[in-house]
C-alpha cells in the first residue's frame, strides 16, 4: 500500500513537472531539479566512463605540440589580418566592407600580411629566381661545354627550353581548383612512386653512384623524385585530415593510408641511394606529419626508427662517412684532392667573391676546378661573381618567397590548403637552406640543386609547376581571388 500511494505520489509530481516546463520559470525550475546533486560525504560517485555511452571510445589524438602551435599562429594571422579592417566591419562600425582589399588597407608593419602583397610577392620572387638562375647557369657552364667542343650556349639554351616548358605547365597548374588536386592526390602520388621504382630497372640512370634518373642517356634523362615531393606536398595533407576524423573511432589504423604512402615513397627513393633528395622528403614528411596533428607519442616513435635506419644508411657507406667526417673534422694531405675537393673549391669560390664579387662570367673557379658549378653549387659562383651582397640577395627572395606562402597559409580559412602551401614552403626553402649551407661548409656534400636557379630539367619543371599549385592554392583567399578575377577581366 506504502509503495502505492509512492508510486502515485512520483507520477503526479512528474506530470507537474512536464506541465510547469511550458513556462519560462517551469523550464529553469526543471533544469535545476535535473541536475546530478553532488555525492554525499564518504560516498564515491560514478567512475568516468562506466555506464556512459562513451565508455568504449578512445581518446581524441593526444594534442600535438606542432598542430597546437600551427593552430595558434592560424588565429594569430587571422587576428592581425582583422585589425587592418580585412574582412570585417567598416571603421566606424558600418555596414560588412566588399571582401577585395587594396594595398592601402593595410599600413606600416602589417603591410606585409596582406595576402595580395604576398601572392604578387611570391610571382615576382619566382620569376627573379627563374630568370637569375638562366643567367647564372650560362655564366657557370660555358668553360665546361667548350671544353667539351660543345657551344658556350648549350646548357643555358637547355635550361632556357625547361624554363618555358615549366612556366608553361606551372600557368596550367595555377588553373587547377584545389578540389580537383584533392581528388587527384592519391593518384599522383602512386604514379610518383612508380615512375621512382622505375630507377631499379633497366631504364635507371646512374649519375654520380646514385641511381635516381630514368631515361635514355643522351637523349634524355629525368628524377622522378622531383614529381615524388610535389605529390606528397598535395597528398599528405589530405590524406592526415581524413585519418583524424577517423582516430577517435580506428585508432592509429585510421593512419594506415598516409603512414604507407609515405614510407613506400622514400623507401624507393633510398633504394636509389640519394639520401640527399631522401633527406628533402624526411622534412616535408616530418612537418606534414606534426602540423596534421598525428598522434605524438606514434610521432616520437617513427622519428627514432628512422633515426636509426638513416644512422644505418651512413655508417654502412665508407663513402659517406668519409664526407661527413671531412665536414666536420676537416681535411689534410690526400684528403684535398678527392673527399675534400669539391667542398674546398665551394669555399674558395665563396672567398674570392668578396663584398660586390668578381663580375658575372670572371668567375675562376668554374674553369674547371669546381665540379657540378652550373648544378648543385652553382650557389659557390653567385658567391664568386656577384659577391656578398648578390648571394645575400638571393637568400633575400627565398625568404620572401617563403614568407608569402606562410603568410597566405596562416591567414586562409581552407586547412588543406594551408597545410599544402606549408609543405611547399618546406620543400623549397627547405632545400635552398640545405643546398647553401652544403656550399658554405655547414653540411657534407649532398646531391642538392638549388630551386629554380640549378641547372636541370626535372628540378626546375616541377618547381614552376609547384609554384604555380601554390598560386592556385592561395587564390582561395577572397581578396586574391578577387583581384585575379579583376585582372583578368
Not at 587576428?79 to 571582401?99: E, H, I, L
Not at 619566382?126 to 650560362?138: H, Y
Request: charged letters at 10%; glycine letters at 12%.
Amino acid at each position: 500500500m506504502t509503495e502505492g500511494k509512492q508510486t502515485g505520489r512520483r507520477a503526479s509530481s512528474g506530470a507537474g513537472a512536464r506541465k510547469s516546463t511550458s513556462s519560462p520559470s517551469g523550464r529553469a525550475a526543471a533544469g535545476r531539479a535535473g541536475r546530478t546533486p553532488n555525492p554525499p560525504v564518504g560516498r564515491k560517485g560514478p567512475k568516468a566512463g562506466v555506464g556512459t555511452k562513451t565508455a568504449g571510445r578512445r581518446k581524441a589524438p593526444a594534442a600535438s605540440v606542432g598542430s597546437d602551435l600551427f593552430q595558434s599562429l592560424i588565429g594569430a594571422a587571422r587576428s592581425a589580418a582583422r585589425s587592418t579592417g580585412r574582412g570585417g566591419q567598416a571603421a566606424g562600425g558600418g555596414a560588412r566592407r566588399d571582401p577585395v582589399v587594396k594595398f592601402a588597407d593595410y599600413q606600416g608593419i602589417r603591410s606585409i600580411f596582406n595576402p595580395l602583397w604576398c601572392y604578387h610577392g611570391f610571382r615576382v620572387a619566382v620569376a627573379i629566381l627563374t630568370c637569375f638562375g638562366v643567367i647564372m647557369v650560362f655564366s657557370s657552364s660555358s668553360v665546361t661545354m667548350i671544353s667539351q667542343d660543345l657551344s658556350p650556349w648549350k646548357q643555358a639554351f637547355t635550361q632556357g627550353i625547361y624554363c618555358v616548358l615549366g612556366i608553361l605547365l606551372g600557368l596550367g597548374a595555377m588553373a587547377v581548383p584545389v578540389a580537383v588536386y584533392r581528388k587527384l592526390a592519391p593518384w599522383l602520388v602512386v604514379g610518383s612512386i612508380c615512375l621512382q621504382l622505375l630507377t631499379l630497372t633497366p631504364l635507371g640512370v646512374q649519375v654520380n653512384g646514385n641511381t635516381g634518373w630514368i631515361g635514355i642517356r643522351g637523349v634524355f634523362t629525368m628524377q622522378p623524385a622531383e614529381v615524388v615531393k610535389l605529390s606528397l606536398c598535395v597528398w599528405l595533407p589530405a590524406s592526415l585530415s581524413i585519418a583524424g576524423r577517423h582516430y577517435e573511432e580506428e585508432g592509429i589504423k585510421a593512419y594506415t593510408r598516409p603512414i604507407v604512402g609515405y614510407a613506400a615513397s622514400l623507401l624507393a627513393i633510398m633504394l636509389g641511394k640519394d639520401l640527399g633528395t631522401a633527406m628533402i622528403v624526411v622534412i616535408i614528411g616530418a612537418v606534414a606529419f606534426i602540423i596534421g596533428g598525428f598522434p605524438g607519442k606514434w610521432l616520437a616513435g617513427g622519428a627514432a626508427a628512422l633515426l636509426v635506419v638513416v644512422a644505418l644508411t651512413v655508417v654502412t657507406s665508407p663513402n659517406r662517412m668519409k664526407r661527413i667526417m671531412a665536414a666536420y673534422q676537416g681535411c689534410s694531405g690526400k684528403a684535398q684532392q678527392n673527399v675534400c675537393y669539391q667542398a674546398l673549391h665551394a669555399k674558395y669560390a665563396m672567398g674570392s667573391g668578396g663584398l660586390f664579387g668578381v663580375g658575372i662570367g670572371n668567375s675562376r673557379e668554374k674553369w674547371n676546378y669546381l665540379p657540378e658549378a652550373h648544378n648543385d653549387f652553382i650557389f659557390a659562383i653567385i658567391g664568386e661573381e656577384t659577391g656578398f651582397i648578390g648571394a645575400a640577395l638571393v637568400i633575400i627572395i627565398f625568404a620572401i618567397l617563403g614568407w608569402c606562402m606562410i603568410c597566405v597559409a596562416l591567414q586562409t580559412g581552407n586547412r588543406y590548403v594551408s597545410m599544402v602551401l606549408v609543405c611547399i614552403t618546406v620543400w623549397i626553402v627547405g632545400q635552398a637552406l640545405i643546398n647553401i649551407m652544403v656550399v658554405v661548409g655547414l653540411l657534407p656534400v649532398m646531391g642538392v640543386p638549388l630551386p629554380f636557379v640549378s641547372a636541370g630539367g626535372s628540378s626546375l619543371v616541377m618547381c614552376l609547376i609547384a609554384a604555380g599549385v601554390a598560386a592556385s592554392m592561395m587564390r582561395q583567399q577572397p581578396e586574391i581571388r578577387a583581384d585575379a578575377v579583376a585582372l583578368h577581366s
